[in-house]
């Protein structure tokens, strides 16, 4: 009879201490708004990647090579490879989301993401069009407080992976005033073989300098929680 009451006691315990944890899990999940504004005169974001997760995951790093899924941002914009590998890592990622359509020039837009606990870092990615491979970025930001907002400028990467020739033919995106409509998106061999920071549009090939170049940064993150 003592060691069925024992057992019950732990069976309880077991129970008790498993709602505590569920309910502390509960209280620490917080929305957090992730603003990010354009601040170039000419360049457009595609849509702009952003991810909660842990420490252990990193987007990318300068002054390595790019992987296949920042090469698809990079290149072509395109987010979807980039969100699955994101979502196959479900004990280090927490949320992901998306803005939609480009962010012109000027222009801010609010991305809302969850997290808390152990996912205590933001990540996000884009690309710049019209570019061969630029895109802007930011991995493994702190989450800020309750009371307290994070600012960051950020520069535009260049992700090593696509020669910058820029021609119209190498380039996806829509009408673009020096290529007489849409950009072609072919995919061009050489590129410098690792993640850099971008030296901008020089007017090698079609895109005019005059126009679309920038200086860094490109991009303004402002990242507060949402009580």
Known sequence: ?????????VALAVVASASVNKSVQAQSVQRY????????????????????????VRLFTPGTAASSELREVAEEGNIGPLTTLLRGRPLEVRDIASSSGLLTPGVTVDVV????????????????????????????????AANEITIIDVPAYDSGTEQNDERCASIP???????G?????????GGEGVVIIHNGIHGVGDLRASNRDWRNPVARIIVRRQL
């Open 1 to 9: 009879m003592r060691r069925c009451v024992v057992s019950l006691a």
């Open 33 to 56: 708004l992730v603003s990010i504004t354009n601040m170039t005169r000419a360049q457009s974001f595609t849509p702009i990647l952003v991810a909660t997760h842990t420490s252990a």
């Open 173 to 179: 995106g829509p009408d673009f005033s020096e290529c």
């Open 113 to 144: 993401v969850m997290a808390g606990g152990q996912f205590d870092r933001v990540s996000l990615v884009s690309m710049l069009i019209p570019t061969n491979d630029a895109f802007f970025g930011a991995t493994g930001l702190p989450l800020p």
């Open 181 to 189: 409509g849409p950009g072609g998106g072919a995919r061009v061999g």
